[in-house]
């Protein structure tokens, strides 16, 4: 069993920074692939960034890639996600969600989910 807690949600302007965090508890954290999701009101829950669990490989949804980095530290059983060049169309509720396959990019390959944090992005 693993919990997640995401912080470091916020209103950003559009061109801004965020970097948000994600608090894993189990000693198995290094273990697991992690990944970030967003949800936008009316829409679906989509994918934004994975990592797997050394850390070694990455991987970016093509409207994130140059602008998101996501990365872990497996001492701290921490996972990172930070956001720069931030635009309006990146406000959503951002999850992040831990998964024993090797890179999961769809919700179904996520055994585990934190319940959100807020990004807003003014224009």
């Known amino acids: 069993q693993v919990q997640l807690v995401e912080s470091g949600g916020g209103l950003v302007q559009a061109g801004g920074s965020l970097r948000l965090s994600c608090a894993a508890s189990?000693?198995?954290?290094?273990?697991?692939?992690m990944g970030w999701f967003r949800q936008a009101p009316g829409k679906e829950r989509e994918f934004v960034a994975a990592?797997?669990?050394?850390?070694?490989?990455?991987y970016y949804a093509d409207s994130v890639k140059g602008r998101f980095t996501i990365s872990r530290d497996n001492a701290k059983n921490r996972v990172y996600l930070q956001m720069n060049s931030l635009k309006p169309e990146d406000t959503a509720v951002y999850y992040c969600?831990?998964?024993?396959?090797?890179?999961?990019?769809?919700?179904?390959?996520?055994?585990?989910w934190g319940q959100g944090t807020q990004v807003t992005v003014s224009s």
């Open positions: 969600a831990a998964g024993r396959t090797l890179l999961p990019i769809t919700t179904t390959g996520y055994d585990y």
């Open positions: 189990g000693r198995t954290f290094s273990s697991y692939a």
């Open positions: 990592i797997s669990w050394s850390g070694g490989s990455t």
